[in-house]
């Protein structure tokens, strides 16, 4: 922060405070995430408008929207400052070497739509103010090491479309309130420590499956449910796995 910090004090074209906030913010995620390190940084950090900085998407008023970084070596960990940035609806920073947690803020970013962190070294679990967010529609966290249960709220996101939560360490039941979710089309739940019944809630949202409801578009879902012993009973998955964690 102190490096952010600097960096913005010692830059002299930012007229107001949003805009300071911004570049200091922009700064901070840089450092946050070893950005020295990146396999591409070129951009970063120079004297050009933050919006110009690779990855970095903005409104035509030069706010920022997106923040894209995948696949660049970053590591550190997620500051929770960038829910600071009004407009973000989208934080893509998956196959990466990010550690620690997702910020427990992270409900503060009242705009995010897409949060594709996948393939990092995230622990913790899925911070309970993130249900707070309105309009998720891609939620993307599988390939960590994240923990707890799943949360019933999970329910609250009638937008949702993607869920990706595979290969990490999520245990107890999948909660029936998956089944309020009819514009979720993928969902992807094997690989955790996840046991029990597939709800039948879920299960009617997928097509051609008796008293579904052709609306509801639920194409890919997919457990640990492969015999013999199979930790999830599904008679509606697409994918049936075995964990062998």
Not at 147 to 159: A, C, H, R, Y
Not at 172 to 193: H, T
Not at 203 to 224: H, I, Q, T, V
Request: hydrophobic share 35%; net charge negative.
């Amino acid at each position: 922060r102190a490096n952010a910090f600097n960096f913005s004090r010692d830059e002299r074209f930012c007229a107001n405070p949003p805009e300071m906030i911004q570049r200091y913010i922009s700064a901070l995620f840089y450092f946050s995430t070893k950005g020295d390190n990146w396999e591409k940084n070129i951009s970063w950090l120079s004297s050009r408008h933050e919006c110009e900085w690779k990855g970095i998407r903005c409104t035509r008023d030069l706010v920022i929207t997106s923040i894209g970084r995948d696949e660049n070596n970053l590591a550190g960990t997620i500051p929770s400052e960038l829910c600071d940035l009004p407009l973000l609806n989208t934080l893509d920073l998956d196959n990466n070497r990010i550690g620690g947690t997702i910020p427990r803020e992270i409900g503060r970013c009242r705009n995010l739509q897409t949060l594709d962190i996948d393939t990092n070294l995230i622990i913790g679990s899925i911070p309970e103010s993130i249900f707070d967010i309105p309009d998720m529609l891609v939620l993307d966290v599988d390939k960590n090491m994240l923990t707890g249960t799943l949360s019933n709220k999970f329910g609250n996101w009638g937008e949702l479309k993607f869920l990706s939560i595979y290969d990490n360490k999520f245990e107890g039941e999948i909660p029936g309130s998956l089944g309020k979710l009819k514009k979720l089309s993928l969902a992807y739940l094997d690989n955790n420590n996840l046991t029990g019944m597939m709800p039948n809630a879920i299960c009617k949202n997928m097509p051609g499956k008796e008293d579904s409801d052709s609306n509801r578009k639920l194409f890919d879902l997919s457990a640990d449910c492969k015999a013999p012993n199979p930790k999830v009973i599904c008679d509606c998955c697409t994918a049936c796995y075995k964990n062998l964690k």
